[in-house]
């Protein structure tokens, strides 16, 4: 749709013999301005009213279609009967276009914001609308409302500024025109244009429409006259508005030559439009009567929808020209002819508000049209007042010379060289105001942000290091920065960092088994062929202050980055400097029998709990005494009182309230009296779990070792290359006095190095194997008390005195023991322990607890590193089995020995510790200990309970 009845499009492709009367001198009238969504971005109506016939409105088959890259288009039309041609700018102030644009500036909108992508639509806008001032005697700008936007005097002032700064460069594409006079050149336009102003009466409150009496005017009504005189009284006010705001914004000065554009001096330039909704209400019954007739539908509907002609419908090919007084549309042979549908509805609508718009209209425009034929325009004020420049083009001349500025203003890309580019340059630093002061703002910030990163930079560090600074560096830009240029200099920054970041100054980020990062710059443990990365060990640069095995002697350790650097090589340089010649027990370790043993693969599948089979035949095998129904040998202990934790079991009973309460447990000999059938089921149960452990033993490699620590769900037959535990013994039990606490043992707070006593009393029951015992323990070896026997009875008891400490040290070197599970011991001033072991013994004490070196900002936890015992004199060993949980579930639980081994027993009369871990890494990797600011760290890790135990000593005589 190109051209159809002197229809036109920018850039037009007619040859000079299809313009009509090529030699005749025409007057350019152009529209441009703002719609509402429901015009569908058209602002020719008033014209097309006047005209009689649809010359600029489109079809929803033909809609005008916009450059993608320019979202701007103009179409025109040429009236040589009337010796007019009419232009109309469609773009970015429509609302209809905006639309249009929403999909394909969607992403832009999202990467660059509003304002960018508004600026963009706003300098594509005003490159066709100085093609306009340069080729128009007259524009009409159309408002939706009838208020005034004050944002078109910038527009006009940057328009105004642009066209001055490159006048010459339109003088030179005007010279390529062939009859273009030589004022016309030198002007670089053909006058100094009028602007007048179109607005709609639509929104005008309600009091602006009523006469004297108060009562509202209807059109049409005897006192239609006082609309008018109400609107143009308005006009009149905004005539006076618009004048003072572009007089003293300077956008129009006394000579009109050197202004965009000119006000007429005597004549009206400020037209309102009327529109009232008793008007757009009967559009719904003249569109359906429309569709009636178009479709061929009865003749009793036809007979009631005739349209009233007006002036040049005749030469309207959709109007029946048979009848002139009453024409109609007769049915047409394609009732589906989309565009006959649209042209008719347009056609009905524009005669129904004809009567409302041509009266005043065609005067308020014809008589600046008329002006322009005869004598031009010139709207110079004051004293000294120049003649005005004024050309009324031959219409051939126009075409060619339109299609060439066209050229230049609009089509040529911002990156094309010369002097193109530096007009839309110039357009742009005038109309994007806010992304100049945005870009302003933050290229002033943007060093300062830069600073900030670099700051106290150490020579390499980490990406979490580099995150935190760059976070700082955000901030400052964030805090100081506005607009839609912020995100192009976050990224700015963003990459600026990183690549001071990556030019020398990555660190290494391995973690140490404590969870601490390598401090030292990028680099490899072992030498690789295409590594340029220096080779060094991993090291934090952190050290902790530790002890040796027995706790006697301390010493620095480094930060970990491997399990035997941690629980092996530093306990066993400190063993053979200072504990050499400490009793300890062998916790069994891998030994092999090839030289290139290697690290077993330990797969999902045989990583299941091995503890429950375990625990019922270790039960069988080394506690006896704890089947109460089915005793193992002559001699045996049962726990009567659950005070006493029960061994290997892991469902210890309960503690009653008189065991707590006495602070002594009653474990009982009984003689072997029993029923021989539960005897023998429960031999045949231990002889079968007790094969399976030869078969597991058998199973062991000795050409395959386990990587990580022991656990319960440690493969059976796998042990690791080194002992992560030890058990080492002090000397006799007398080194421990309960007055004086632990002696010669550094790093203790005060109050806090002492044992707690643990009361066991015995019941014995067999009258024949106790006298033997007393005798090879000696009668002295512990304290027997015959109650019973002083009473006439027979049984006899005696109690023994067990001494436990759980000891905590924090990474400073702080120890300290527990008197509960959540409580610090302390001792009295004088050194006197109120508390038990009762609550240490049978419950779950935690692996990390707050240090009492602790303060509310500064909180240092303990890690439970040592466990004291002091045996009795008396004929039963103290017996340990240690399970630790490092982290909550689901977590492995690590054991010094495999499950399948002899249960640890200690000697009477004697001071044991148990050192445990200094680290815990399992199968799937470390075990970092808890942030003291983050988790409830008494909960994290755990000592299980079911630690302690008490078995006979069996004699044989």
């Known amino acids: 749709m190109t051209f159809h009845k002197g229809h036109f499009t920018v850039p037009h492709t007619w040859l000079p013999k299809d313009i009509e009367r090529g030699n005749e001198k025409v007057v350019v009238v152009s529209i441009f301005g703002s719609s509402s969504i429901d015009s569908s971005g058209y602002k020719s109506i008033p014209l097309e009213l006047m005209l009689g016939k649809n010359v600029l409105t489109r079809n929803l088959i033909h809609p005008l279609t916009l450059p993608e890259n320019l979202m701007t288009g103009i179409e025109g039309y040429y009236d040589p009967d009337r010796r007019i041609v009419f232009l109309h700018l469609n773009g970015a102030l429509d609302a209809s276009t905006l639309i249009k644009t929403l999909n394909k500036f969607n992403e832009e909108l999202q990467e660059k914001g509003f304002l960018v992508v508004w600026s963009e639509l706003r300098v594509q806008y005003a490159r ?175 007979k009631g929808f005739t349209f009233r002609p007006v ?43 004809k009567r409302n718009l041509e009266h005043s209209f065609n005067l308020f425009l014809k008589q600046h049209i008329d002006e322009a034929l005869t004598r031009g325009f010139d709207d110079s004020v004051g004293r000294h007042a120049t003649p005005n420049f004024f050309e009324v083009p031959k219409v051939g001349v126009w075409f060619e010379a339109l299609n060439k500025l066209y050229e230049y203003f609009v089509e040529n890309d911002e990156d094309t060289e010369g002097n193109e580019n530096q007009l839309v340059s110039s357009l742009k630093n005038s109309l994007e105001t806010d992304i100049r002061f945005s ?116 010493s620095p350790i480094e930060d970990p980055y491997s399990v035997k650097a941690a629980n092996f090589d530093y306990y066993e340089r400190m063993r053979e400097n200072f504990c050499s010649v400490l009793e300890s027990y062998p916790f069994p370790s891998f030994k092999s029998s090839v030289d290139d043993a290697k690290a077993a693969e330990v797969t999902v599948s045989s990583s299941e709990d091995w503890s429950e089979d375990f625990d019922a035949g270790r039960v069988s095998k080394d506690h006896p005494t704890l089947d109460t129904d089915t005793p193992q040998s002559p001699l045996e202990l049962s726990i009567e009182s659950a005070g006493l934790s029960q061994g290997m079991s892991t469902h210890p009973p309960k503690i009653p309230e008189d065991a707590t309460n006495e602070d002594e447990i009653i474990v009982s000999v009984k003689d072997n009296n029993v029923e021989h059938e539960a005897r023998s089921e429960a031999r045949k149960l231990h002889d079968r779990r007790e094969d399976d452990n030869k078969e597991m033993e058998r199973q062991a490699s000795t050409t395959e070792y386990l990587a990580s620590m022991l656990t319960t ?93 759980t000891e905590y040290q924090c990474p400073r070197g702080h120890r300290f023991m527990m008197a509960a599970p959540d409580r610090h011991l302390k001792a009295s001033s004088l050194g006197h322990v109120k508390d038990t072991a009762i609550k240490i013994s049978n419950s779950d004490m935690p692996l990390y607890f707050p240090c009492p070196c602790s303060r509310r900002n500064s909180i240092v936890n303990g890690q439970l590193m040592r466990i004291h015992v002091v045996t009795p004199k008396a004929p039963v060993h103290v017996t340990l089995n240690p399970q630790v949980q490092p982290s909550p579930d689901p977590c492995p639980k690590f054991i010094p020995q495999p499950l399948n081994s002899p249960t640890i027993k200690l000697s009477a009369s004697a001071y044991w510790i148990l050192r445990l871990p200094f680290v815990y890494v399992g199968d799937s990797g470390s075990h970092y200990p808890p942030n003291p600011y983050q988790v409830n760290v008494s909960s994290y890790g755990k000592l299980l309970k079911g630690c302690y135990g008490i078995s006979e000593i069996t004699l044989d005589r």
């Open 128 to 302: 066709s609308l100085l093609l306009l001032f340069c080729m128009s005697h007259i524009l009409l700008l159309w408002h939706p409302n009838h208020v005034f936007d004050i944002t078109y005097i910038h527009l006009f002032r940057t328009l105004d500024s642009v066209r001055t700064k490159y006048q010459q460069e339109f003088v030179d594409v005007l010279k390529t025109v062939s009859g273009t006079s030589k004022d016309w050149q030198t002007n670089g336009r053909i006058c100094s244009p009028r602007v007048l102003f179109l607005f709609s009466s639509r929104l005008i409150p309600l009091h602006v429409i009523r006469d004297s009496t108060g009562n509202k005017v209807t059109v049409g009504s005897k006192s239609d006259s006082c609309i008018t005189s109400n609107l143009k009284k308005l006009e009149l006010d905004l005539e006076y508005q618009i004048y003072r705001l572009l007089r003293k914004s300077r956008v129009i000065t006394n000579i009109s030559a050197n202004s965009l554009f000119a006000l007429p001096n005597n004549q009206p330039f400020v037209y309102l439009i009327e529109d009232f909704p008793d008007l757009a209400g009967n559009a719904p019954s003249f569109i359906n009567k429309a569709l009636n007739e178009i479709c061929g539908t009865s003749s009793e509907v036809n």
């Open 439 to 554: 870009d302003a703002r933050c290229s002033k910030v943007l060093p300062l942000a830069i600073s900030s990163y670099n700051e106290g930079l150490p020579s390499h560090y980490t990406r979490s290091h580099h995150h935190s600074k760059l976070d700082v560096a955000l901030g400052i830009l964030a805090s100081q920065v506005r607009g839609p240029m912020y995100e192009k200099y976050v990224k700015q920054l963003e990459d600026t960092c990183e690549q001071i970041w990556q030019d020398g100054r990555i660190g290494c980020e391995t973690l140490s088994l404590t969870g601490k990062t390598c401090a030292n710059p990028l680099h490899t443990v072992n030498k690789e062929p295409d590594s340029t990365l220096p080779v060094m060990n991993h090291s934090s640069n952190i050290a902790y202050i530790n002890y040796c095995n027995c706790g006697r002697h301390q």
């Open 311 to 353: 002036n040049g419908e005749s030469q309207n090919p959709f109007y029946n020209s048979g009848n002139k007084e009453h024409s109609f549309i007769s049915p047409l042979s394609d009732p589906c002819d989309a565009e006959n549908l649209s042209h008719s509805l347009l056609s009905t609508m524009s005669t129904e508000r």
């Open 713 to 805: 769900s440690s493969p059976p037959g796998l042990l690791p290359q080194f002992p992560s535990w030890s058990l080492v013994c002090l000397g006799p039990s007398s080194l421990y006095s309960h007055n004086a606490g632990i002696c010669e043992q550094p790093g203790f707070l005060t109050g806090t190095n002492f044992l707690l006593p643990w009361d066991v009393t015995i019941k014995i029951k067999d009258k024949e194997k106790w006298p033997a015992i007393a005798d090879s323990m000696g009668k002295k070896g512990f304290l027997l008390k015959n109650k019973k026997n002083r009473m006439g009875g027979d049984l006899s008891e005696f109690s023994v005195k067990i001494f436990l400490g």
